[in-house]
């Protein structure tokens, strides 16, 4: 039997399976959403004030911001953005950052991801209440409005491209006007 014998019995999955989440085992989420639910910071309590201040400046500009910070690294980032994920899941309209002391994590149904992701460029400072701050702005900072510069370049692409063709058929029609009243004044020459 070929795999082209059995490729034809075995059904294909018409979705994707659900990904699993990975959470470190030394992070106890039941502790870090109820600490969340309390007062939107999960963190050791020596960090606790300055980032419920990030917080409440975010709630003044309008954005539910919660933020867990941990207090050791992870393998890499991704679990920190898992975490996020699954503290995000109880609030439907809050973004979520998740730090440690050299990776950073973040969800959110608000913001675009590229957002996200340049906030947590800028939120790798190892001071978490720095990090929060600098995640916040990018938050804040309004987007390079790429769309309206890509409308205005197309725009001058067709407006050069349609000048160029009228310079072109304008030069053709006096090429051809000049030469005929060559041809005109040459006629008229040879009957003298």
Known sequence: MTWHDTAGQ???PQTIPFLPVYIPQDVDMTAVKAQVAAVGVSAPPAAVPGLLEVVNHAHDE??????????????????LRDVATVVGAD?????V??????????????YPRVTLEAGEDHSKTGNPVQSAQNFLHELD???????????????????AAVGTRFMQLRARRSATSGDS??????QTGQGV
Do not use: R
């Not at 009243?181 to 040459?186: E, L």
């Open 141 to 159: 900072t309004p987007e390079f409005p790429w769309a309206g510069l890509t409308i205005f370049m197309l725009i001058a692409v067709l407006a």
């Open 62 to 79: 309008g954005i539910n911001l919660k933020i867990v910070l941990l207090d050791h690294n992870p393998p890499n980032d991704t679990p």
């Open 91 to 95: 609030y439907k309209d809050a973004t």
């Open 10 to 12: 075995l059904p294909l």
């Open 181 to 186: 009243a060559d041809t005109t004044s040459d």
């Open 97 to 110: 950052l998740v730090l440690s002391p050299s990776y950073v994590g973040s969800y959110s149904t608000q």
